[in-house]
Nanobody
Framework: QVQLVESGGGLVQAGGSLRLSCAAS????????MAWFRQAPGKERQFVAG????????YYLASVKGRFTISRDNAKNTMYLQMNSLKPEDTAVYYC??????????????????WGQGTQVTVSS
């Protein structure tokens, strides 16, 4: 059974940093794209960043590019999101997701089959 577990969320002041982790289990994901999404209260779930199976290809939401860095360690079956220069508008529940099919990295919500339970990130002004 595939399981994704996020950790690392919390409360931080604007300008601060957090590092999210997503530990995967149940199978290896070294050939699968993975991504981070976020959902703020009253808003739709939004793609934040994605990474291909090898870690070479990455893709970011325009508003986080240059501030967030996605990475993965396939030996540990773990994905990360380093978030720097955080802003209040980054406040949301952050979810990790995996595309269980081997395909092209995509920001589309429907491409991802496995989801974590989410971790809260709150940025105070």
């Amino acid at each position: 059974q595939v399981q994704l577990v996020e950790s690392g969320g919390g409360l931080v002041q604007a300008g601060g940093s957090l590092r999210l982790s997503c530990a995967a289990s149940g199978r290896t994901f070294s050939r699968n794209s993975m991504a981070w999404f976020r959902q703020a209260p009253g808003k739709e779930r939004q793609f934040v960043a994605g990474i291909g199976g090898s870690g070479t290809n990455t893709y970011y939401l325009a508003s986080v590019k240059g501030r967030f860095t996605i990475s993965r360690d396939n030996a540990k079956n773990t994905m990360y999101l380093q978030m720097n220069s955080l802003k209040p508008e980054d406040t949301a529940v952050y979810y990790c997701a995996a595309d269980l099919d081997v395909g092209v990295l995509s920001p589309g919500f429907g491409n991802y089959d496995a989801w974590g339970q989410g971790t809260q990130v709150t940025v105070s002004s």
